[in-house]
Structures are given as C-alpha cells and as structure tokens.
C-alpha cells in the first residue's frame, strides 16, 4: 500500500503513463497538448516527491524502489511512443536508444553495487541531462501542435541529441566509478 505522499506522488506517475500513451491514439492537436500537460505534471511530482522525502525525513524502501522505476518508465514509455508513431526522425531514434540503453546499465549497476554494499549517487552532470531530456520529451511531444513561430520538433530532437550526449558522458562515468567493484576482489 502506497501510505506516504512521496510514495503516492511516485505512483501518480505510473498511473499517468497509459494515460500520456493513449493521447497518441488519438488525432489533433489537442491530445498532444494534453501529453505535454500530463508529462509535465508527471515531471513534477517526480521532483516533489524527492523534496517532500527529503523535507519530511521519510524515506521508505518503497520510495527508494518505486522513485527510479516511475522515472524510467515514464522516459521509456515516451521514448517508444514517439519513435513508433513517427513523431521523431529516423536519425533521432539514435538519442532515444541511447537513452534507454544507459537506464538499463545504470540500473543493473545499481543492482549489483547494492548487493556489494556501495552507494552510486547522482551526479551534477546525470542532474543535467535529467533536465534536459524532461524538456526534451513535452517538446517532442507537442511537437506540430506549437505554434508556427515555435519549432518545436527540430527543438525537441536538438535537445534530445544533447540529452543523449550527457548520457554517454554520465553512463560512461558511473561505469568508470564502479570498475573496481565490478572486476572483484584483488588477488
């Protein structure tokens, strides 16, 4: 049972998930504003329920389990909707992959340094590609539905391409910090 409001907000955001992913069933432009309003509101809470946890002082297994989850999800779901619908070019599938790609190595690193008793904090630079893949993402998902004077879809995959740049940068340095731990016990 979900029984904090970091943990409900947590949940919130996988339950927005099939909402966002049935908007692209539908035509017009509205269903895009729509993704965009629930995807942004889903960022949101991603963001509250950290500072709430952190404020309030309750951290919960639940939260630590379900927080990164919701998150990848979240990216997943958007990511694969807008490569199979067509709302991004042949060549930005390319970000996209990486990003999904570094979700997994990161969170199988996770996995194994939990299991060996060492912690893989976030880093600044991981921060900043978070942000600018949440930018990223309701751009992408607005896409024609902008305004002429906005061009949001070349806006969008620019960001996305910077997205994924981060994401080798930071997947390669969480790799690089967790070598020694990954190669074993000296001897």
């Known amino acids: 049972m979900v029984t904090s409001l970091p943990n ?18 539908v035509d017009g432009d509205g269903a895009r504003w729509l993704a965009c309003f629930l995807f942004v509101a889903a960022a949101i809470t991603d963001f509250f329920d950290g500072y709430v946890a952190r404020r309030r002082n309750i951290v919960s297994s639940l939260g630590r389990f379900l927080d990164p989850i919701a998150d990848k999800l ?4 958007i990511l694969l909707m807008l490569a199979a619908f067509e709302r991004v070019s042949q060549v930005s599938i390319l970000p996209a992959l990486v990003i999904l790609l ?11 340094l939990a299991e060996v008793k060492v912690g893989m904090p976030v880093s600044r630079l991981a921060k900043w590609k ?29 960001l996305l391409w910077g997205a994924a740049a981060l994401t080798l940068i930071t997947g390669w340095d969480y790799l690089r910090a967790s070598f020694n731990h990954l190669r074993g016990p000296a001897g």
């Open 102 to 112: 570094r979700e997994i190595l990161v969170s199988g690193l996770r996995e194994f």
């Open 74 to 77: 979240l990216v997943a779901a």
């Open 130 to 158: 978070t942000g600018i893949q949440m930018t990223a993402l309701p751009t992408l998902l607005v896409g024609k539905a902008a305004p002429v004077w906005i061009p949001a879809q070349t806006l969008g995959e620019i």
């Open 8 to 25: 409900l907000l947590t949940a919130s955001r996988i339950v927005t998930i099939p909402l966002i992913v049935a908007t692209f069933y």
